[in-house]
């Protein structure tokens, strides 16, 4: 939660911050609970390919930003 702000504050997007955090998650757990890394990589293939469509619109630059 506290990447996922932080990219949120720095970015002003917060599906961008979504994905980030998603991708960075399993690399952190593995430092402290490298069991669940696994699980985590599964999670944040769901998360990404749930946000497709935002993934698009920001190619594409038509996401909108939260402020």
Same mark, same amino acid.
């Given at each position: 939660?506290?990447?996922? @702000?932080? =990219?949120?504050?720095? /970015?002003? *997007? +917060?599906? $961008?911050?979504? #994905?980030?955090?998603? %991708?960075?998650?399993?690399?952190? @757990?593995? =430092?402290?609970?490298? /069991?669940? *890394? +696994?699980? $985590?990589?599964? #999670?944040?293939?769901? %998360?990404?390919?749930?946000?497709?469509?935002?993934?698009?619109?920001?190619?594409?630059?038509?996401?909108?930003?939260?402020?």
């Amino acid at each position: 939660i506290i990447i996922w @702000v932080a =990219l949120v504050l720095l /970015l002003r *997007f +917060a599906s $961008l911050a979504s #994905i980030v955090a998603c %991708v960075l998650a399993p690399f952190i @757990v593995l =430092l402290f609970q490298p /069991l669940y *890394f +696994a699980g $985590l990589v599964v #999670i944040a293939f769901l %998360v990404i390919w749930r946000h497709k469509d935002n993934i698009k619109r920001l190619i594409a630059r038509n996401e909108k930003k939260l402020f």
